[in-house]
């Protein structure tokens, strides 16, 4: 009872108290500033509680077992946490500072984690960086200090029906010019509705946007400058924006559409990442395995695509350290990553996992390895998931023909100019 | 003589009476305890945070020191209310809320007086049947009007192709969308006020109704003078609650359309939301409290139109 | 004439302690305006259900049906494939005894805490006289407008402070006292006659022996309504739950049903709708038990 009235004195008292308190000067680095701790060599012993996400979070329990087997005096409990409501309950736990030891989270949420100074930086003497693709390392980098450690990733290609462009005549697109009378000649002389389908604006579809501008050279941010007003980020849009002008790519298509328009053949292609292959195979079903093929992405300057995935993070409140940095580098040996990728079919963030298996046989999975050499990912500032929606606001603008380029992306600037990078 | 009675008569009676008064406000205040202890800590408390909360400079990246954030005094509402997205959130809910309100209290009410009007079949297949939106899983709610409002296969467009029309794509259209989520909250929330109407409506004595009806009024006009002035109180707690429920708009763009085409299904509580995501801890509370004020105004408006003289 | 209509019917339902009214009352319940109902009224109200019954029954039959058969454009109405795959991977994935037990014992507490506290307070806000309360009837209906959205850190903040995460109190404490139902309850007991009070004072009995003999049972209706309401949203709750917890061992249906159908990048929908059936249905099997009161309730006092 008495923590009871004291707890509650706290918070009442600590709301009303906030405005007498101000910020030090140096509590806003977010410890990007402290370097990673040695990691003690040795077997790892005790307790460690893991946070992993959906049905993929499931199925770590069974490489978690092979870790215990590995190191008897170490247990590993897993919790799964539905993928949705992922950030909240994390954003809240360290609030609350409830936090486990190791979590799975989204890659887009390491600077925001880093930056609540919630986050034990990478200890290098334990993790190789150089044994990652450098897109995905990118993402645990805050201010030039890692905070984690890449363990799946992901990147976006163009799905095509090959057996209509083969019927058409239509050879794999190489450039920007190429892809735009691919996918023409798709709604000409294979008789599909649509050409290819592209976000038009809404909840992330930076994603689908931002492998064009980075194929023309433009950045998202640069030191603390934001690019959204830069020419090649201009052209990139204008470019991206002829597909809803040209009837080539619909704007008004519903949920759950996709799948069965390309299945039916309504629409030629799409640009998505490695589970399409999943959700294809089970909705179109063995028949349709080899109607479809998947290729890279168009070259312009470059033929960057988008990188993503998840990464494994250690918080600074862990109470076994240690051990917990012990368990990730266990999940980044190429033993576990191939077993992850023959479990769910996640796709292992390390290079030469790729060596062995289906993963250096199958022509799909191929092409997303050759991908990923060439894949940014998203800025690691705090800010960067608001900063995003403007960028999708104005892609959204001029997809539907309601702004032209220039202005929208001007918007996009001074919100992004306003929201900062955070620190 | 009068003066003389009235004069001493209250001077006996004034000590039992000060007795039960003060064994009353006894009673009172060891009633409202428990409920007071819990509520001052896990919902007062909570509250004054985040009101006091509106006045820093707080992000989610401070959690871990709330203490050490600046105060920036009314910096937050002033940014508020110059914040162009904010301001078709508030367009956006008032539209809702000065469409979907009436709309769902006339048709749980029209359900109500149907269910009530001597029907005795199926009684209760009917009243569950009305709940059954209320108890229907968003998730599900969702994918099935999704569905009926998909533009090309759509039930929704079926129909209207049937007479000719060509329906649009109702919820990536910037006309459309709004519109399509009022029907979607009208149908899922009209189960609740049609049991709190339903409750009302049996405080209507038939005796009355059919005298009226002896004196030739007809069904409307009964309805008007007889079923609306005894349902009042009915009537003021399924407005208060609605419009509540529905200046808080969160759910259903959450789910449909994620505040789009344009923003033109953006409700200040998903923008306040999006804003937490975000980690603009301080800036969310303050819209927050922004829409507090409005709801307490509507409040008070209703409580003055249809509240009970007492 | 409206004045005149007032006055009676406020009188009429006034309930009588003795149970003398209770046949007149029966005879009023029967309805307004016409004695029967007009086959047209069937015809509306049927057709008004169809619309409203219709996506439930979609998501009752969607989930006899396999996956892809539910991504389907243009949807069937009837399962082309029916199985009962969903529910078997439901009840084999799923820890379901365990999530189970779990919701009901939140739901339930919460409910029964709600069902006590609020009908309490809201005695006392609608029939007592002390000061202040005025004060605590603004403030408990001030918090029902402020939107939850912005006390959720600061109440999880709260709640890991006092060292209720991960229990079954930090589960239940912090909705055990919701302003809905202090509203609900004291509009309702307003409406209830003052005279029953005095009578029983001044037959001697106890201020508490008044509120539990002779209003409780009067609330009965009001209780029902709050006790749904309140039972649908607290086993509904997805965010809190699934925060508090921090091992799966008080995880809640809602929550261990959303690990398992929604993915990062894809769904499994047939889970999801097999998921949703099974947690209505304890919704409905209480909406059931307690639909009769809802009605019959307010006819013996109203909502004032």
Redesign the interface.
Known sequence: MRRFTQASAVAVVAALALTGCGRSSDSTAGGAASPAKEVKSGKATGAITVWALGAEGDKLGSIAKDFEAANPAAKVTITVIPFDAAHDKIATAIAGKQTPDVALVGTTWVSEFAGSSALDATPTDVIDKAKFYPGAWDTTSVNGTSFGVPWYVETRLIYYRKDLADKAGLSEPKTWAELTSFTKGLQDKAGVKWGISLQPGGQGSWQTFMPFAWQDGAEIVNGKTFGFDSAPMQKALDYYSTFFKDKISPTDLAQGALESGFIRGDIGAFVSGPWHMGILKDQGGASFQGKYAVMQMPREKAGTSFIGGGDLVVFKNSKNRDASWKFVDYLTQVKAQQKLYSLVGSLPAVKSAWTGGALSTDPLLKTFGSQLQDAKSAPAIATWEQVASSLDDAIERVSLGKQDSATALKAAQAKANAIGTGS | MATAVAGRAPAPRRRPRARVRRREALAGYAFSLPFLLLFLVFTVGPVLSSFGMSFTDLRSADVSRPLSVNGVGLANYTKVLHDESFRQAVLNTAYFVLVGVPLTMGLALAVAVGLNSGITRFKALFRVGYYLPVVTSIVAVAVVWRFLLEPDSGLVNTVLGYVGVDGPSWLRDETWAMPSLIVMSAWRNMGTLVIIFLAGLQGVPREMHEAAAIDGAGAWGRFRHITVPVMRPALLFGAVITSIGYLQFFEEPFVMTRGGPLDKTLSVSLYAYNQFGFGNYSYAAAMAYVLFLAIVVLTLVQFRLLGSRD | ??TQ??Q???A??APDPSGRARGRRR???????????QPW??A??GV??I??????L??LL?SFRP??EL?????SWLPQHPTLSNYTKLFSQLDFPTFFVNSVVVAVAITVGNL???S??G???AK????G?RT?FV?????????????????????????L??SFPGLI?????G??G???LR?FIQ?LPDELIQAA?VDGAS??RI?RSIMLPLCR?ALA?LGI?TF?TSW?M??WP??VA???DHYTL??AL???S?????S??GL??AG?VV??VP??LV??AL?KH??????M????
């Open positions: 004439m409206t209509i007032r009676t019917s406020t009429a339902p005879s009023e319940r029967a309805g307004i305006g016409d004695p029967h109902a009224i069937y509306v109200l008004g259900l619309v409203l019954v219709g996506p439930f979609w998501m969607g996956n892809r991504k389907e454009v243009p949807p006590v506290f609020c309490m307070l005695y006392a806000l007592l006289d002390f000061p309360k605590i403030l408990v209906l001030g918090t029902l407008m402020v939107p939850g959205v912005v006390t959720f850190v600061p109440l999880f903040v709260l709640v890991s402070n006092l060292g995460a991960n404490f912090p909705f055990l006292a302003p809905f202090v509203f609900l509009q409406g004072r201020e508490f509120f209706p309504t309401l649908l509904n997805f965010l699934l925060v921090q091992s799966q809602p929550v959303a690990i398992y929604i993915g990062e990048n894809k499994d929908y999801l709708m949703s947690i209505v919704v409905l909406f059931l639909q809802f009605v019959r309730g307010i006819a006092t109203g909502i004032k």
